[in-house]
């Protein structure tokens, strides 16, 4: 199935090169997308290590006649990254700062350095990279010259080509060479020849260049040939390969231009408007005042993003009532003229006819933001603005093609209300957000590219959109370059004359077309559908699945759309802050991201990766890393659920080829509990007898450098949360405690301590049972993990039953480990949907959101002494999927004098079996010691570790030899503490 295509070629790379060369089907499938519609498979990928291998792959496309495309972060949303021949990924190895000169502010980089990786580094120098794009966490430098991007607070600090000093590169025919402004060191300069041709096409095309160019500071459209003029003194080569788009060479160190950190006194205004083209209107005005930035959020991205969990508190934070559309304006001076910022602009809100009257923080129009948190919150909201649009669950998306058109702020009122006629006149309609104070919205209208009328429809709004853009004397252009999608305009944007001066540029530097040919000059037609991500023909068949897909729409029971709600805008990509996505974050590897996962499932669903890819060993090797956090769950803003696919995909590989022992042994574990408690000596004999361990690993392939969980001899009975008989007033005082499979056999202290509190705060406690002798209930985790989901179903409809009429009554369902009891409220819905799951789902909360709930109505009320302590609060991945963080920190906050501190980390990598699996245990250490364990190690010796979640405080005791303990026993720890104590 996963041939390689040019053997040959795929020998001599893996013989010259240090990096990685992937040549087979799946590896090129994942490179074959970016973040645009477009799709092309590449010949094979070469991941370098080193600018030698740069080299060298140069030198083996040349030879075979291959096209070669660089790429980073792959979210080019034009097209850019993706072509027939070699794709080199510079973004695992090429990403290292070579030189910093903090007095000059400047530095040189690696070309697959990313902008947040870059900006962490400077911190600490009072210096960044300006150049804010929304994409920052994932966008790497090289990547963003090519595409000479811009980012919110380009009215400061401008676009890249104003921030690039020089760009050390490679030529297509192997030449070496430093592209900078002229009058520097010329020992490492381009050949006399090339440099001497485009200062004369400079001086020759001076008047046509003069008249054709727009003058719009967003203009990244075509090769700079405004820099070649005589008058752009000193003439700066490296400003004609910024936005190039890898058309003319191939970055291998880049130097920039650094700023001091913006003051901390940031003051953001959100002006309130009740119509999209008053917003339009007051840009200008807003502009004037000389904010730091001015961003456009829309009613549609509002009410999107109030669909959203992690955005939805944000929301409330800031936004009144419905408003048509928010100007976001930020003022980034000292405190006293960001003040006076304000003042200005609730002056100018209150010119217009918009206010809220006098209220503090808020009138004028203008909510004013001074909290540095939330600040960021509204940054991130802002920043996820495209994957916000994109998360409509509907056939039809927004599409990008129309994407960054800038025109003068005096026509954007004009301009957007003239392009939203033409989206309803061709039966459609716009999302729009982003850069107001540039004329540069970011505008999509919602079209389904699967249809051939739709992809006319594109067309049609393109031709239309385009020639008003030039009426306005803009660039149709604006941030995120010319790719597939606009290249073949430029003839009508810059005319003829100059469109042959591009090709005589790229002719001079590239005279074989070698370098990602087809962008910029020589494109093709942007609505060619061989060229996109779903061609003609493009089909999925149904399949019988086994979660319920039904919210999304498309073939194969709604999974298909699940899949494809990916939009490769690689979010996922991040390497820091929040979870997601942490295998990625271990080994950078495109396979490793959800990105990737994503795309591979879309290849396999559609037959694109030949027969039985779905469940074929290559797909287990795909999601083989994903960990089932569910970080992306919450974290990807179109809501891509991986851990639920992966379940997906396990259950109809093991309907075909079966489960293995080992996946046996895991998913069974609920039902043979009962007896290996009672043989806990026996089997303790594997980590105690030697040769015993790596026995087990080569049987059953669980680790020998694990010690196995020990089952209790004191395991957790059910009569232990009897309370005896109810007083009739008591009766609103009943919980249910679900007393899950983890707790109950390996850690029934945890479920003691729950039952400890909850009695000492006046509950009357009933664990949770079907009663008559059945088994204890389980949640199915277990049977999910291993893909048996048929087994998970008549789990959850046992426990459904069991607790259906405890939820009907009014009872809270409490949990103490987090993957079980959310389990209750996300995957039952998709394995038993309807009302009885759904009752279930909205009655079952975690130990702590309970005490949290009940402490906010006043209902609870603990005696709990003072711990005079510190406590190092660990997070398990799905608390904070389903938000639930906050309510640990409010549990503990009950306690007198505790110092809470939180750990930030990511996944702690043990994930249940997975840190047990000798195929992955490295990848689980390696995991833990992201963060977590370092944090861990460095705390002081008397801190209490808080880690709710059984895998967690096994990785803890693992790999920091602490042991943590679950946020139940340090409140029942308090409660044995007199009131008195220091």
């Known amino acids: ?35 645009s519609i477009y799709q092309i498979m590449p010949a094979g990928v070469v991941v370098a290590r080193t600018t030698d291998d740069v080299a060298a792959a140069l030198d083996a496309a040349r030879e075979e006649g291959l096209p070669l495309t660089m790429r980073g972060g792959g979210t080019s949303q034009c097209g850019q990254t993706v072509n027939s021949g070699l794709v080199i990924d510079t973004s695992k190895y090429l990403n290292r700062v070579l030189e910093l000169d903090v007095e000059g502010r400047r530095a040189l980089v690696e070309p697959g350095i990313v902008l947040d990786d870059l900006n962490r580094f400077l911190k600490p120098h009072g210096l960044w990279f300006p150049v804010d794009v929304s994409t920052a966490s994932r966008a ?60 004369a096409l400079g001086r020759r095309e001076a008047d046509e260049i003069e008249a054709r160019f727009p003058k719009v500071q967003r203009r990244v459209g075509g090769y700079n040939l405004d820099a070649l003029m005589p008058a752009a003194e000193p003439i700066n080569l490296a400003h004609l390969l910024v936005g190039s788009e890898g058309t003319l060479g191939i970055s291998t160190a880049i130097e920039i231009a650094l700023s001091p950190l913006p003051k901390s006194t940031r003051l953001l205004g959100a002006c309130h408007f009740p119509s999209f083209r008053a917003a339009m209107e007051a840009a200008q005005h807003i502009v004037a005042l000389k904010p730091t930035s001015v961003e456009l959020v829309d009613s549609t991205m509002i009410a999107l993003a109030r669909e959203i969990a992690m955005f939805r508190p944000t929301l409330e934070a800031f936004v009144e009532g419905d408003p048509a559309a928010l100007l976001l304006v930020e003022f980034a001076d000292e405190a006293d003229e960001n003040d006076r910022g304000m003042e200005a602009l609730r002056d100018v809100m209150s010119g217009l006819g918009y206010g809220f009257g006098k209220g503090g923080e808020r009138e004028g129009g203008v909510v004013a933001v001074k909290d540095a948190k939330l600040q960021a919150a509204i940054a991130d909201l802002r920043a996820a603005g495209l994957n916000i649009m994109m998360s409509m669950k509907e056939a039809g998306k927004p599409v990008s093609f129309v994407e960054d058109c800038a025109v003068p702020l005096e026509h954007l009122a004009d301009y957007t209300d003239r392009l ?16 107001a104070s540039e004329g540069c919205l970011h505008v999509r209208p919602v079209l389904n590219v699967k249809l051939d009328k739709d992809v006319a429809t594109m067309r049609a709004i393109a031709d239309e959109a385009f020639a008003m853009v030039r009426e306005y004397k803009g660039s149709h252009s604006g941030e995120h370059g010319d790719g597939i999608v606009r290249s073949e305009f430029h003839e009508a944007m810059f005319g003829s004359r100059i469109v042959r001066a591009f090709e005589e540029v790229k002719a001079a530097f590239d005279p074989s077309g070698l370098l990602n040919p087809g962008k910029i000059v020589h494109p093709p037609k942007m609505d060619d559908r061989s060229l996109m991500r779903y061609p003609p023909g493009y089909a999925v068949e149904e399949i019988a699945t086994a979660f319920d897909w039904s919210a999304w729409p498309g073939a194969a029971g709604g999974f298909q759309g699940a899949v494809e709600m990916c939009n490769n805008n690689g979010a996922c990509r991040k ?50 890393l994903c960990v089932s956090c569910k970080a992306c ?50 089997l303790a004999l594997r980590d105690r007898v030697p040769g015993l361990a790596a026995l087990s690993e080569r049987l059953f392939g669980f680790s020998r450098r694990r010690t196995l969980p020990v089952f209790r001899r004191d395991w957790f009975r059910d009569e232990e949360g009897r309370g005896g008989e109810i007083p009739a007033d008591a009766q609103e005082r009943r919980v249910v405690l679900f007393a899950d499979t983890f707790g ?15 009695q000492a705060g006046g509950y009357h406690v009933e664990i949770a049972s079907l009663g008559g002798g059945e088994r204890p209930l389980c949640c199915g985790r277990t049977y999910l993990a291993a893909g048996m989901a048929d087994r998970a179903r008549e789990e959850a409809r046992r426990t459904i039953a069991a607790l259906l009429p405890h939820v009907r009554a009014g009872r809270a369902i409490i949990g103490l480990e987090p993957s079980c009891i959310l389990t209750l409220r996300d995957e039952f819905l998709a394995l038993v949907p309807g009302e009885d799951a759904e009752a279930v789902a909205a009655g079952a909360m975690l130990f702590e959101e309970f005490l949290v709930r009940e402490s906010r109505a006043g209902r609870l009320s603990l005696p709990l002494g ?59 250490l390696a995991m833990g010691e992201l963060s977590l364990l370092p944090a861990v190690r460095s705390a002081p010796e008397d801190a209490i570790i808080v880690a709710d979640g059984t895998s967690c405080r096994h990785q803890i005791a693992d790999g920091a030899d602490r042991k943590a303990v679950h946020v139940a026993e340090v409140l029942a720890g308090a409660l044995d503490r007199p009131a008195t104590a220091a």
């Open 744 to 758: 109950r056999w390996f850690d029934p202290e945890t479920l003691r301590a729950a039952v400890k509190v909850l």
């Open 1 to 35: 199935m996963n041939e390689i295509i040019r053997p040959g070629l795929f020998r001599r790379l893996s013989k010259e090169i240090a990096g990685e060369v992937l040549f087979d089907r799946f590896s090129r499938g994942r490179y074959a997308t970016d973040a």
């Open 140 to 199: 790497t430098i090289g990547g963003m010259a090519g595409n000479n991007s811009c980012g919110s607070r380009s009215l400061r600090y401008g676009t890249m080509r104003d921030n690039v000093i020089a760009i050390e590169a490679i030529l297509a025919d192997g030449t070496e060479g430093r592209f900078a402004q002229l009058d520097q060191d010329t020992s490492n300069e381009p050949p006399r020849e090339l440099i001497a041709a485009m200062l």
């Open 575 to 624: 390497m820091a802050g929040a979870v997601m996505c942490p295998s990625y974050r271990v080994t950078r590897n495109e396979k490793d991201v959800t990105r990737g996962r994503a795309n591979t499932l879309r290849l396999a669903l559609s037959g694109q990766l030949g027969p039985d890819a779905l469940a074929s060993d290559e797909m287990v090797e795909t999601l083989k």
């Open 420 to 435: 939203t006629a033409i989206f309803e006149r061709h039966g459609t309609r716009g999302t729009w957000y982003a850069h």
């Open 866 to 924: 003072p711990l005079d302590r510190k406590a190092c609060l660990h997070g398990h991945c799905h608390q904070k999927a389903f938000g639930a963080m906050s309510a640990v920190e409010a549990a503990l906050r009950l306690i007198p004098k505790l110092d809470l501190a939180i750990i930030e980390s990511s996944c702690c990598g043990m994930a249940g079996a997975f840190g047990y699996d000798a195929e992955t245990i490295d990848v689980s």
């Open 633 to 682: 769950r919450r974290e990807c803003p179109t809501g891509v659920d991986m851990a639920k696919m992966k379940a997906e995909v396990l259950y109809q590989r093991g309907k075909g080829k079966g489960f293995s022992l080992k996946d046996r042994l895991i998913a069974g574990l609920p039902r043979y509990a009962p007896v290996a408690a009672r043989l806990t000596d026996l």
